[in-house]
């Protein structure tokens, strides 16, 4: 069942890796199949050999429904609670790439400093809380869901326009619109990470006007958009 949606979650999870995105395997991807399940990638398989074929079904709305014989990655849950929330994502990533974990570990958020981050992203990347003791000793996934979804809201954002996150002290997710989406935003991510790391050791407190970082997004994402390079 699902075949044709569990090759594409497969694809994606090799290209994480391909994109050096994600280290040994510390790294997941998961892809919408309906309004009410998603597929994801299996835990502790090597991706290589196991092929797509037997990757688990979860059902959004019951955590505990899964279909198919291979275990789910571990951050299954946290991937459910994104898609309850926006019933139109079709994909979600999540990696330890070298430069957005580092902001991570940092507790940072990322600050647009260039065009480059405003091409993408409309704003800074928003880093979650940290979770308390109890947090992290009882629902520890369920409860790293929620601080995303908190986050978002505290912001005054939504998912569609906030489109990566960082999880305070470990790493980030992020997801798209489209089925190819979420691993295409965790490689811009990274790059802009990697941007940003860079220009704060020349400059520690670097200047961009909030009229560029505007004209930037909205002339390839907004109303009127006519970017093309
Ligand atoms: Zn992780």
């Known amino acids: 069942m699902y075949i044709n949606k569990k090759k ?33 990638k299996p835990s502790g398989v090597d991706l290589y050999k196991s092929g797509y074929k037997k990757y688990p079904i979860i059902d959004i709305n019951n955590k505990n429904k899964i279909q198919n014989n291979l275990k789910p990655s571990v951050d299954t849950e946290i991937h459910r609670q994104i898609y309850l929330s926006d019933k139109k994502i079709k994909s979600i990533a999540h990696s330890h790439c070298i430069y957005a974990t580092s902001f991570s570990q940092a507790s940072l958020n990322i600050p647009i400093l260039g065009t480059t981050h405003a091409d993408y992203f409309s704003d800074k990347i928003l880093i979650t809380k940290k979770l308390s003791k109890t947090e992290v000793n009882k629902n520890y996934e369920h409860n790293i869901g929620k601080s995303i979804i908190q986050c978002i809201k505290k912001n005054k954002k939504n998912f569609n326009n906030t489109r990566a996150i960082l999880l305070n002290n470990h790493g980030p997710f992020t997801w798209g619109y489209e089925y190819e989406e979420a691993v295409k935003n965790m490689e811009i991510l990274e790059y802009i990470s990697l941007l940003a790391f860079k220009t704060l050791t020349l400059n520690k407190r670097p200047k961009i006007h909030k009229f560029l970082i505007d004209k930037h997004f909205n002339r390839k994402h907004g109303k009127k958009s006519y970017y093309g390079q």
């Open 8 to 40: 594409i979650c497969h694809i994606e999870n090799l290209k994480l890796i391909r994109l050096k995105l994600s280290f040994h395997s510390f790294g997941n991807v998961s892809i919408r199949i309906n309004e009410n399940q998603f597929t994801i």
